[in-house]
């Protein structure tokens, strides 16, 4: 059954650093999701991503966040300068498609733990 | 914008005992309802989902969920819980024009022996 990839599994990385969080969506789909769930807290929508652009994004991805499709797999986050706060467990989600509600399948996530 | 609200955020029952897991949202337009499950240190897997038609949608791994628009209630239920069933458990959110979905803060079920 295809599924959503996500490496790393875990990163720990120092305060100020730069991290690139990346996923390969199911290989038919054409949307893409970051999501984000800090420790005991709920998962958080971050950035949607269509036709090589960003479509909707939330408060939290702000100027620090960034998204990209390198080529035609790939889907990542980069972090420019990772904060203490950004800890957290990052999901990477695709669907299908658009405007008729379907289902988003999400990856295992990626542990952000930011010293 | 459409919004959850999981009103549990831990609900410890016996095995075999029945469960509700409870689930309303609010939003302007139509929405559908989603259940994900998630279980220990992996991702956010689909238990069922509320899209049109029959208000009493089924899962897998035998979860239940009913659709109430007068109540704006989405809740999930298991008439006997396993073990295997302790996870945290996500109610989601979409509107009718994207699949942004918005999630809940959670209910993390436990299963005792």
């Known amino acids: 059954e295809p599924e959503v990839t996500q490496t790393p599994s875990h990163q720990v990385t120092q305060m100020g650093q730069e991290v690139i969080l990346r996923c390969v969506p199911i290989?038919?789909?054409?949307?893409f999701y970051w999501y984000r769930q800090i420790l005991g807290q709920k998962v958080e929508f971050l950035v949607s991503?269509?036709?090589?652009?960003?479509?909707?994004k939330s408060e939290i991805f702000d100027d620090q966040f960034s998204v990209e499709r390198p080529d035609g797999s790939n889907f990542t986050l980069k972090i420019r300068s990772t904060k203490l706060e950004d800890s957290a467990m990052y999901f990477c989600a695709s669907s299908e498609q658009r405007g008729v509600p379907g289902e988003l399948f999400f990856g295992e996530g990626s542990r952000l733990t930011v010293l | 914008a459409q919004s959850v609200t999981q009103l549990d955020s831990q609900v410890p029952v016996f095995e075999e005992a029945p469960v509700e897991l409870r689930c309303n949202y609010s939003s302007s337009v139509s929405v559908y309802l989603f259940w994900y499950v998630q279980y220990p240190n992996q991702g956010l897997q689909l238990l069922l989902k509320y899209l049109s038609g029959s208000t009493l949608v089924k899962g897998i791994n035998g979860f239940e969920a009913e659709f109430n628009k007068s109540q704006t209630s989405f809740h999930l239920r298991k008439p006997s819980v396993h073990i295997s069933d302790t996870a945290e458990y996500f109610c989601?959110?979409?509107?009718?024009?994207?699949?942004?979905?918005?999630f809940g803060a959670g209910t993390r079920l436990t299963v005792k022996p």
């Open positions: 991503f269509y036709n090589n652009e960003i479509s909707e």
């Open positions: 290989s038919n789909h054409l949307y």
């Open positions: 989601a959110v979409s509107g009718s024009n994207n699949n942004d979905m918005r």
